[in-house]
């Protein structure tokens, strides 16, 4: 049973709740009414007992309110037993992922399970359970990718049973296994995984839908690599995968990938050296000689000076660049890849130092890109406007630890991962993703209904509504407490720093 429990919506009156949100959470400048949300970001507490998934709505400035964290019925896991303190514990891009078709999925690395929803579009921040969790065929699930159609979901495993399996997303039935869709990656891991080498960091689909992408880093004298499988009519997946070796000079650490649409090419992070360009991922170009690097010349590595731990990376499509993380220098990174993937580095903005950047994702609000950065140090988001890949302002700092203390969810800044978001349709532009947004026509819809229903099958009807518990959020104190970080002006200073 899914328990929904207010962060510090849920009081008498939903009115008043409502109005004073507003004034605890969003800077509205002397606006008094804000309107529906437009979207909603998600993310994990990834909490060892009781994963949650905390979700804020997207104001219609791009602006968060939270607004409930949903349990997901399953466990956190950290990787790295020999040192828990680290703020990246599933080592890992993607932990959790809303796609356009208004699915979201999460992982439990701890219990070796994915939990998925249906985002009610009229009200994002509605989660309604598809059932109960189901099992990620193999351990420690780490990063999830949708299919562009949205009926298609895909996990990266990255414990001692290391694989990728997909599922189809039955309207029904919920998460249902893909009939030989779950294959070995093949690492020498433990459950949970020994990091930062030799882990698995990020799954998506090739912009035709017609490669499975898994990157993997490097361990000693073994490069990173992504791990490229065919991916058939039926969703199947080829028994072996094609292994990508990083470009020259070669990265160690492949992390969070982004697409690069309409060049059949993907930007991988890179922990190691900064980030790479991998070309001819689809393989319709010459293939790669055995071993060797997709691309003919045209995958290359870009050092990012001073970088420590470049991880997470997105595209903004309306500012056409990319934005990558730094979770060691607590940097943004702002690249343009040009139309012969050349990649360079525009501008860098500084975050809190300490703060330590993860996840990244992007939301188009009425034509204008907005970034949401998970910094699991300071225990907070930023939401950042962006008016171009040079001029970017921090309009809100969220922090998550009083809310969240008011009603004892625990928030520790080791544990906190994935950040995703969603904007409504009918909105301008959907929010920018991984996956792209091209339609392959010859695979969608054509996923036949796999034989057996999943052990765990969904309840139809019982389980559609979410249960929902409120906690009521002292009032008092929650008004004061939360207003010293929704009052602030925005603090351009620290992001506008040009470090380069
Ligand atoms: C982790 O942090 C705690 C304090 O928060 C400390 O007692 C412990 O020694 C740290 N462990 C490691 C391996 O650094
Ligand atoms: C699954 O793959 C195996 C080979 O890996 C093949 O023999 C078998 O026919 C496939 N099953 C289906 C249902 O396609
Ligand atoms: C797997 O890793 C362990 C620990 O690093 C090592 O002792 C073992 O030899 C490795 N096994 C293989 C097959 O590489
Ligand atoms: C996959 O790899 C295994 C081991 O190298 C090999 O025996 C098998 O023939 C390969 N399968 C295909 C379809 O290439
Ligand atoms: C995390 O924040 C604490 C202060 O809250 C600081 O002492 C620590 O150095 C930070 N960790 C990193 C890795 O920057
Ligand atoms: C939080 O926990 C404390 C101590 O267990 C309890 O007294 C309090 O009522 C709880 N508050 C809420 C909102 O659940």
């Known amino acids: 049973m899914k328990l929904s429990i207010a962060l510090l919506s849920f009081v008498a009156s939903a009115v008043f709740a409502t109005q004073r949100n507003h004034v605890q959470l969003l800077p509205r400048h002397g606006t008094k009414e804000v309107g529906e949300p437009l979207g909603a970001a998600y993310f994990l507490t990834n909490e060892w007992k009781d994963n949650m998934i905390i979700v804020a ?97 895909c996990v990266l495993n990255g414990g001692a049973v290391n694989t990728v399996s997909c599922f189809k997303v039955d309207h029904v039935k919920g998460l249902l296994p893909i009939t030989n869709a779950t294959r070995p990656l093949g690492l020498n891991q433990t459950t949970p995984p020994t990091g930062l080498d030799g882990t698995a960091s990020n799954i998506i689909f090739s912009e035709d839908n017609c490669k499975l992408i898994a990157s993997v880093k490097g361990k000693s004298d073994k490069p990173g690599f992504l791990a490229v499988w065919d991916v058939s009519q039926d969703w199947s997946l080829s028994e072996n995968f094609t292994r990508v070796v990083a470009p020259p000079p070669c990265g160690m ?103 330590n950047p993860t996840e990244i994702d992007i939301a188009t609000l009425g034509g204008k890109d907005f970034l949401y950065v998970l910094l699991p140090n300071a225990t907070s988001i930023d939401v950042v406007a962006l008016e171009s890949a040079s001029v970017a302002t921090r309009i809100q700092r ?36 991984n996956q792209g947004s091209v ?3 010859e695979q969608a819809g054509t996923v036949p209904e796999p034989e057996q229903n999943h052990e765990q099958e969904a309840k139809p009807g019982s389980e559609q509504e979410p249960k929902s518990e409120s906690v009521p959020a002292p009032e008092q104190e929650s008004a004061q407490e939360s207003k010293p970080v929704s009052e602030q002006a925005p603090e351009k200073e620290g992001f506008d720093l040009n470090s380069e």
């Open 439 to 441: 339609q392959n026509p």
């Open 57 to 153: 709505n997207i104001g219609s400035d791009g602006t968060l309110s939270l607004h409930s964290a949903v349990r997901t019925n399953g466990n956190g896991g950290h990787g790295n037993p020999a040192n828990p303190n680290n703020t990246d514990p599933m080592f890992s891009q993607a932990s959790i992922k809303a796609s356009p078709a208004g699915v979201l999925a999460a992982v439990n690395a701890g219990s070796s399970t994915i939990s998925a929803y249906w985002i009610q579009d009229e009200n994002p921040s509605v989660l309604l359970p598809m059932g109960n969790p189901v099992g990620s065929n193999g351990d420690f699930p780490v990063s999830i990718a949708f299919n562009n159609a949205g009926d298609v979901v």
């Open 253 to 355: 650490h492949p992390s969070g990938l982004a697409l690069i649409p309409g060049k059949d090419a993907v930007l991988a992070a890179d922990a190691d050296v900064g980030f790479s360009i991998y070309a001819n991922v689809e393989g319709k170009a010459a293939p790669p000689a055995a071993g060797g690097v997709h691309g003919d010349g045209q995958s290359s590595t870009v050092t990012i000076p001073g970088q420590v731990g470049v991880g997470w990376a997105v595209r903004s499509p309306k500012t056409n660049s990319y934005f990558l993380s730094d979770i060691g220098t607590s940097r943004l990174t702002v690249v343009n890849v040009d139309d012969h993937l050349k990649g360079t580095i525009v501008k860098q903005y500084e975050a809190e130092p300490g703060s």
């Open 398 to 433: 969220l922090n998550l630890i009083e809310p969240a203390h008011q009603v004892n969810i625990t928030i520790d800044p080791r544990n906190l991962h994935g950040m995703t978001t969603y904007v409504k349709k009918g909105q301008p532009q959907q929010p920018g993703s």
